[in-house]
């Protein structure tokens, strides 16, 4: 199964997630949206996915249309979204979280420390810092 990311654009904070799932969890490690996207094991670049920003009172982020952008201009037919909830456990009980075109997602504020127990693998500067991006 193609791996699942959770990321923004500093690799010190960086994760991704994997689809093995145990216990509602999923695995993190190392990467960002976009390579998570262009990454061709198992045809993923051309299978069409989902990546998002979360966080709370984000509506100015320009994250969405950035990695968009870059999408098309890779002609990628991916999207990424931006899911804006108080709650990181509304988050991962909503079908995003368990979408199978779900790969991956930035984390900002306030949830870069909340989601933390979600994740099952964290890079060691995620460790180190208690907070993930």
């Not at 799932?21 to 490690?29: D, I, M, V």
């Not at 670049?45 to 952008?69: E, L």
């Not at 037919?77 to 931006?82: F, K, N, R, W």
Request: proline letters at 6%.
């Amino acid at each position: 199964r193609p791996a699942r990311h959770v990321g923004g654009l500093l690799p010190a904070f960086q994760l991704s997630r994997r689809v093995a799932a145990t216990a509602g969890k999923r695995k993190a490690s190392t990467t960002t949206c976009l390579s998570a996207a262009a990454d061709d094991t198992e045809g993923a670049s051309t299978v069409p996915q989902k990546f998002a920003i979360i966080g709370h009172n984000i509506a100015y982020s320009v994250s969405p249309a950035m990695h968009n952008a870059a999408y098309a201009e890779l002609g990628l037919p991916h999207t990424y979204g931006l899911i804006d909830e108080e709650s990181v456990a509304t988050i991962v009980a909503s079908d995003f979280w368990v979408d199978p075109a779900f790969r991956g997602m930035s984390v900002t504020i306030p949830h870069k420390q909340v989601i933390m127990p979600h994740l099952d693998e964290l890079s060691d500067a995620a460790e180190r810092i208690g907070a993930v991006n």
